[in-house]
């Protein structure tokens, strides 16, 4: 059974399905953290969150079971995510089903600031009656500027624009005839927008660039009244600068439903006339959950029943079709990275790969991947797989290059690896036959056809008769089988050099290699060990628990 843990409350709704999906076992622990938190999550292969937990790096460390976390909502930035990439943990989030429900609430805070809704409702509590006191504004005709045009912006564009108000809009990223289908006008800069607009509101992800990207000199570009929402996340809008506009009366009103510090009990802002704050509540509709529930738990079944990754922040996507067309390649390019890094222990500083063929048409990301995932496989403390592989590659400074050519060569499909190690490199290449059986077909200058798979041992000699003799000699008084035997020479020509890649039942003893070593046509022997034909690598079966 595969366990997952659901960290956050979500919809009945999406646990019903973990349920009927027969493989998954589900237990639901809200409200952990520190230690109890990383305890949890090391006894699980999947988990669920909403916006409430923080998966930080220390909640991951050491984690050895963990595959996935699904984050039911949009943004993932409880979840450390680049920790959990370095974790060979996948991250995914459900995109679009809040949308509306966020929409929504942006246009409720700005209704409610420009209406005075809550200091009416609370002057009532004290039972006044002060119609005088709560003189509002009318969303039409008035200019909306939004920045970020994705999801949330454009859904809130459509309804402010049918409120009939004027739409301003900024977001790099949205192509200009886009902002005009959906009736925006755009601005080049942040600086020709703030000084139009009666109301801003901000739909973008909280990252480098966006952090206090709404500060004091931006508040001073601004028209005195202005009213500021912010329904994305804290840290956008820089509060101490919101609390100072109010306070000189430059800023007319502040909605709030997101903060820099999340749970948020205590602000300067709280109580300050022309303020409106909720508790980041702008997903909490029914419908919303529903769907955001809905759609994580789909993605955690089908990440475990068929490998399919969708809506992944950290990894290239990856549905059980490609996948199955993917395996037996993902097969081979982590046995020739295993193989590599047996055949020399010395660290690589670089390496190429070349696709030739039919698999240049393949996602070669994905087969990269693996490849690096077989390389670093051994060196490494903690599991490679496709996910961290990358990272891990690129944290070691060895970079990785891909080639690409669908020519066909003497194989329908051929990868040839090479991997340098500051002043010599090593080359082998691997094709696929049928579908699933990898082969060696090259090593060095030597062509070759000898299974990827079990014990082999590579040897290097002159090709003289009576070599292979002697070394199955040696093997036999050791008790060691011989199941397969392939050699190459580099010019087809007796006497030249030769490789011999011998197929072994078993592991040879220390003193079988040192007396191969010591025949006087062999240079060089290396036992490599790949996995047996067929296994599942451990990094391959994403949907499966480790
Ligand atoms: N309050 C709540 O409960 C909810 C908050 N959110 C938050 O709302 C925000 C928007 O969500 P979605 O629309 O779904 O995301 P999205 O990814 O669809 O849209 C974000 C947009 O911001 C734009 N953008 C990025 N950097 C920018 C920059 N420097 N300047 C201008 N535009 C920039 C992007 O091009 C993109 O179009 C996110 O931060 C998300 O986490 C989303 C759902 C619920
Ligand atoms: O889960 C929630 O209620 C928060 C939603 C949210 O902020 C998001 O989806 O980005």
């Not at 997903?283 to 769907?291: K, V």
Request: net charge neutral; proline share 5%.
């Amino acid at each position: 059974m595969v366990k997952v843990v659901v960290l956050d409350p979500i919809s009945p709704e999406g646990l019903k399905l973990l349920e009927s999906a027969g493989m998954i076992e589900y237990e639901v622990r809200t409200g952990l953290k520190g230690e109890d938190l990383r305890k949890t999550l090391a006894e699980f292969d999947g988990a669920i969150c909403r916006s409430g937990v923080k998966i930080t790096a220390d909640a991951l460390e050491g984690n050895k079971r963990l595959k996935v976390i699904v984050r039911a909502g949009v943004g993932t930035d409880n979840i450390d995510t680049a920790a959990a990439t370095r974790q060979g943990i996948i991250v995914m989030n459900t995109p679009g089903g809040n949308t509306i429900a966020t929409a929504e609430h942006t246009m409720a805070l700005m209704l409610a600031l420009s209406r005075n809704i809550f200091p009416a409702y609370k002057s009532l509590l004290e039972g006044k009656w002060e119609r005088h006191q709560f003189m509002g504004t009318e969303l039409c005709g008035k200019t909306l500027g939004i920045i970020g045009l994705g999801r949330v912006g454009q859904a809130v564009a459509e309804r402010a624009l049918a409120f009939k108000m004027k739409v301003l809009g900024y977001d790099p990223f949205l192509p200009e005839h886009r902002a005009r289908e959906l009736g925006i006008r755009t601005c080049r800069t942040l600086e020709d927008l703030f000084p139009e607009v009666d109301y801003l509101t901000v739909h973008t992800p909280l990252n480098e660039q966006t952090r206090n990207m709404i500060d004091r000199p931006q508040i001073q570009m601004m028209k005195k009244g202005v009213r500021i929402i912010n329904c994305a996340r804290g840290g956008i809008i820089n509060e101490d600068a919101l609390l100072e506009g109010l306070e000189s009366g430059h800023i007319g009103g502040v909605a709030l439903d997101v903060f820099t510090k999340e749970p948020c009990t205590n602000s300067p802002l709280f109580g300050k006339p022309n303020v409106l704050c909720t508790p980041h509540l702008g997903a909490s509709t029914e419908e919303a959950q529903t769907n955001v529930a809905i759609e994580a738990c789909e993605l955690l079944v089908d990440f475990f029943t068929t490998g399919a990754v969708r809506n992944s922040v950290n990894m290239a996507p990856l549905d059980p079709k490609t996948l199955e067309g993917l395996r037996g390649y993902l097969d081979l390019v982590y046995r020739l990275g295993l193989l590599m890094a047996q055949i020399d222990r010395e660290p690589p500083t670089r390496c190429k790969i070349r696709y030739q063929g039919e698999v240049a048409n393949r996602d070669t990301r994905l087969l990269s991947a693996a490849f690096a995932a077989g390389l670093l496989q051994h060196a490494l403390e903690q599991s490679v797989n496709l996910v961290n592989a990358p990272v891990l590659l690129q944290q070691r400074g060895i970079e990785l290059a891909e080639e690409r050519t669908t020519d066909i060569g003497d194989f329908a499909s051929q990868v040839t690896v090479e991997v340098f190690r500051n002043d010599k490199s090593a080359l082998a290449a691997g094709a696929l036959f049928g579908k699933s059986l990898p082969r060696l077909v090259q090593k060095g200058a030597f062509r070759l056809e000898s299974p990827l798979e079990g014990t082999m041992l590579i040897m290097y000699h002159r090709d003289v008769p009576g070599v292979i003799g002697r070394v199955g000699e040696i093997f036999g008084r050791h008790n060691v089988n011989i199941a397969f035997l392939s050699l190459g020479r580099a010019e087809n020509k007796p006497g030249g050099e030769a490789i011999g890649v011998l197929a072994l039942d078993s592991y040879p003893p220390a003193e079988a290699i040192a007396e191969i070593l010591k025949l006087e046509p062999i240079h060089r022997a290396t036992v490599v060990v790949l996995p047996p034909r067929g296994e599942l690598p451990p990094w391959l079966g994403v949907g499966m628990p480790k």
